[in-house]
């Protein structure tokens, strides 16, 4: 069989590392175009050399010459610098990974879209910045836009053969992360490695928090909408700490399609550089009979302040997806840095949410990735004094 040509955007994270190592498994098979990180300039490189790269890239613009040092010899060209992984996402590929975290996934993924065949997005922060303009592109360019995100994966597979007309509802499931048994008094004291331990999955540590908070929830709440363009209400949040049930999808006849598999991405990453074929995969088959039971409950909303903003998001719709990205993000940074608490971080995402409306045009304008960046930027800026006023 021909080799197909690959790329891995945000290579050296937790989705691209899963995502090597199933390439790893059948190196035969593909001519490895691309890999980008950031600051993790050794793993860059062993990976670039390991799988044969045409090109290494870091986001880090002065860390060149350290990438160029560990690639020495090998052949395999360096690279650095924001615009130079947009570049390097734009060489031709058949298949190329969508794994950097946060909004600086968007420019790459979206321009990758006219140089590749299928993206495999694992960045749900494109979709809840640039859905449309996501979706519009890929059907400009014949691009697939494949998801990776577990949930988004299961509700795709469930979806396979069926019209989306018939759909009534689609329930994502949500372990509840690391507070899950917490008292909702005991929250604001939660400690930054508390908030970065995960019961069932192991993931980057931005995305961990984000599980713990329910943002992460809340920005696949609004990544639903805008993938399978289902209306808001349509979209509901099961809470099922086994990590087992990662979505189901109801029809106009009552039946449910539920996905259920073991904790563990490469099941989704697998199903999305496979795809259309099922091809074996490495994970853990599950013993159903062992694990008895499956429990769900009720998501308790005065818990998940995330989750009540996403809907606010995608009732007021336009670029407010961006501003909510940028300022969970700007929050984030802001727990990871000890300057707010864990439940100050919605406090800071809606403040953020309400300055950014008074400010008039913002929100409407037009979906262009300038624009997005724009508005990213200035909802920075007003989160950023959203957690002065905050801090301690
Ligand atoms: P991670 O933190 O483990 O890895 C992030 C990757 O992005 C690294 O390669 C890092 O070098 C790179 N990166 C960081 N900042 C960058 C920047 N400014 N510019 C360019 N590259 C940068 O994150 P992860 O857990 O692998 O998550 C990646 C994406 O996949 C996120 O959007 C996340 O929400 C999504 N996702 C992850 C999982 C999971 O199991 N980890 C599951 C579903 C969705
Ligand atoms: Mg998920």
Redesign the pocket.
């Known amino acids: 069989m021909a080799q197909r040509r690959v790329s891995i ?10 995502t090597l190592d199933l390439i790893r498994r059948a190196p035969a098979g593909y001519d490895v175009v691309a890999l ?5 300039i050794a793993q ?1 490189a062993a990976d670039a050399k390991a799988v044969g790269a045409q090109i290494a890239v ?2 880090h613009e002065d860390r060149l010459e350290d990438l160029r040092a560990a690639l020495q010899g090998s052949g395999v060209e360096a690279a650095a610098g ?1 615009n130079a ?1 947009t570049e390097a996402a734009c060489r031709p590929t058949d298949w190329i990974m ?5 909004a ?2 968007l420019a ?1 993924g979206l321009a990758a879209l006219s140089h590749t065949k299928t993206l495999a997005l ?5 979709l809840v910045c640039a859905g449309a303009l996501m979706l519009e592109t890929a059907q400009r360019t014949g691009a697939r836009i494949l998801p ?4 988004h994966s299961a509700i795709f597979q469930a979806l396979a053969g069926e019209d989306i007309a018939t759909v009534e509802r689609i329930i994502i499931t949500a372990s509840g992360g690391a507070f899950r048994d917490w008292p909702l008094e005991a929250l604001k004291d939660a400690t930054l490695a508390q908030a970065s331990a995960h019961p069932n ?8 928090i ?1 599980s713990a908070s329910l943002f ?1 929830k809340a ?1 696949e709440v609004i990544e639903t909408r805008e993938f399978f363009r289902v209306d808001p209400e349509q979209i509901e949040v099961l809470i099922h700490p086994q990590s087992l049930v990662h979505a189901l999808v109801g029809f106009v006849d009552g039946g449910l399609m539920a996905h259920v598999g073991p904790p563990d ?1 490469r099941h ?1 990453i697998g199903y999305a550089l496979h795809h259309p074929v099922r091809a074996p995969l490495p994970v853990e088959r599950l013993d159903l009979a062992a694990i008895g039971q499956l429990e769900f409950s009720a998501p308790d909303v005065a818990r998940l302040p995330a989750l009540r903003l996403a809907r606010e998001v995608m009732a007021t719709g336009g670029l407010s997806g961006a501003v909510f990205n940028a300022a969970k993000e700007t929050a984030l940074d802001g727990f990871i840095a000890g300057t707010i608490g864990f439940t100050r971080m919605a406090d800071v995402v809606e403040d953020t949410l309400t300055e950014m409306s008074r400010r008039s045009g913002l929100i409407d304008a037009t979906m262009s990735l300038d624009n997005v960046a724009q508005v990213d930027h200035q909802a920075r800026q007003a989160a950023k004094a959203a957690i002065e006023k905050r801090a301690g």
């Not at 980008?36 to 993790?40: H, V």
């Not at 969508?98 to 946060?102: D, E, K, T």
């Not at 694992?122 to 494109?126: F, G, R, Y």
């Open positions: 955007l945000g290579a050296t994270g937790s989705i691209g590392q899963n980008t990180g950031a600051g993790n860059l870091t986001a924001a992984i969508s794994a950097i975290v946060g600086a996934g790459p694992a960045n749900k922060e494109s990776v995100d577990s949930e999955w192991d993931m980057g540590q931005r995305i961990t984000d992460n920005m991405m989704a």
